[in-house]
């Protein structure tokens, strides 16, 4: 646990495609089902103070309480998960811990001096910010805004991989409106 942020809830993987990732975490590992989203709806995505449109695919499932994400960047954006890719790497890009109160957690990390890299939102109440910790790969931290319907929806990932037996290992994402 960590004392500044809480448990980390999400370990995000950067993957160049995201089928054969999906693919191998189900068939060899045993984690699903995978929910997937070829193009997530982010809105007011900002890189480095300028705001682009990014276009990302994404899966997700869980391995117990911890969620995993899959992560393929589908267009030249700006971006920390372009700058990963190009950097050489692939794989872990980042650890995320869970709020329902992002206003008051984000002003304090601000104060203790975390830098903001590139933050958006993926539906009400579902905001997003990733801090400059890349000190080397796999050490990005984001603050994850779950206390609208992108929480609820974490919760249905979660408990559609309780006792999952490998059957329909990809999912379509369920409607954040529906939520």
Same mark, same amino acid.
């Given at each position: 646990?960590?004392? $500044? $942020?809480? /448990?980390?809830?999400?370990a995000?993987?950067?993957v160049r495609?995201?089928?054969?990732?999906m693919d191998?975490? @189900?068939r060899?590992l045993?984690?699903?089902?995978w929910f997937?989203?070829?193009?997530v709806?982010?809105? !007011?995505?900002?890189?480095r103070g300028?705001?682009?449109?990014?276009?990302n695919?994404?899966a997700?499932?869980? @391995?117990?309480?911890? /969620?995993?994400?899959?992560?393929q960047?589908? !267009?030249d954006?700006?971006?920390?998960?372009?700058? #990963?890719? /190009?950097?050489?790497?692939?794989?872990? /890009?980042?650890?995320?811990?869970?709020?329902e109160d992002y206003?008051?957690?984000?002003?304090?990390?601000?104060?203790?001096g975390f =830098?903001?890299?590139?933050?958006?939102?993926v539906?009400?109440k579902?905001? $997003?910010?990733? #801090?400059?910790t890349?000190?080397?790969?796999?050490?990005?931290?984001?603050?994850?805004?779950?206390?609208?319907? =992108?929480? =609820?929806m $974490?919760?249905?990932?979660r408990?559609? @991989?309780?006792?999952?037996?490998?059957?329909?290992?990809v999912?379509?994402f369920?409607?954040? @409106?529906k939520l």
């Amino acid at each position: 646990m960590s004392r $500044f $942020f809480g /448990q980390i809830r999400q370990a995000g993987y950067v993957v160049r495609d995201i089928e054969a990732a999906m693919d191998y975490w @189900s068939r060899t590992l045993g984690i699903g089902p995978w929910f997937y989203n070829e193009r997530v709806p982010i809105r !007011n995505y900002s890189y480095r103070g300028e705001s682009y449109e990014v276009h990302n695919s994404v899966a997700l499932a869980n @391995s117990g309480p911890l /969620q995993m994400e899959l992560i393929q960047t589908r !267009n030249d954006a700006p971006s920390m998960y372009r700058d #990963f890719l /190009q950097a050489g790497n692939t794989g872990l /890009q980042h650890v995320a811990y869970w709020t329902e109160d992002y206003d008051a957690d984000l002003e304090r990390l601000l104060a203790q001096g975390f =830098k903001p890299v590139m933050s958006g939102e993926v539906g009400e109440k579902g905001r $997003f910010i990733y #801090f400059d910790t890349e000190y080397h790969p796999g050490t990005v931290i984001e603050l994850s805004e779950v206390a609208g319907p =992108k929480g =609820k929806m $974490f919760d249905l990932i979660r408990e559609a @991989s309780v006792g999952w037996d490998g059957s329909d290992p990809v999912r379509p994402f369920p409607d954040l @409106s529906k939520l």
